[in-house]
Structures are given as C-alpha cells and as structure tokens.
C-alpha cells in the first residue's frame, strides 16, 4: 500500500513540477525572396528543448535539439505555413501549453 501511495505521490510532483512548454518563432529578413537563406529564431518559446520544424515546402522536417536558429531556402516562389512543434526540457511533455506554433510566410 505504501508503495501506490509513493509512486501517486511522486506522479504528482512530476506534473506540479514541469511547466508545458511554449512553441514561438520569428524569422528574417521579412521580405523573403525564392532561392535566398531564411533565418529561423526560437529563442521566444519556453520549456522547450526540442524543436521540430516543418517548412510547408514538402522538404523533410528538420528536428534540433537546444535552442538553436535553423535555416532554409524556399527554391520557388509562394505562400508557405511553416510549423515549429516543441517537446519540453525534461522529457515529459505536457498537453496542456502552446505545443504548436504556424506563420504563412509570402516568398517573392
């Protein structure tokens, strides 16, 4: 009996513990031109450290881990939804809290 009560305990600690982590994301430059390095920055997201990216472009998703910048280079001109999907820093990962985060980007 003492052994549920522990491990309910210690369940609840873990989730009291962990924050959920926030997907957030700037880019640059702001006008993007097709064959030209687009800079992205998810210094703004919280708890997180790891960080799926998905580009809208059909290139295959890029997944860093620890807070790094990525770039990349749209080949044509268009509209794109680029994705960032975030896990968090101590491996749980919460449902609750932003996981997500999407800009339509224009490319000249």
Do not use: Q, R
Not at 25 to 54: L, Q
Not at 76 to 105: F, H, P, Q, R, W
């Amino acid at each position: 009996m003492k052994k549920l009560i522990f491990l309910f305990t210690g369940t609840s600690l873990l989730n009291s513990c962990s924050k959920a982590p926030e997907s957030c994301f700037s880019y640059s430059p702001a006008t993007i031109s097709a064959g030209s390095i687009v800079t992205f920055n998810p210094n703004c997201s919280k708890n997180a450290s790891s960080f799926k990216w998905n580009f809208g472009d059909n290139t295959k998703d890029t997944t860093l881990y620890n807070n790094n910048l990525v770039t990349h280079i749209y080949k044509t001109a268009g509209n794109y939804t680029v994705k960032l999907s975030v896990g968090g820093k101590d491996g749980v990962t919460l449902k609750k809290g932003k996981l997500e985060k999407s800009l339509t980007i224009f490319v000249h």
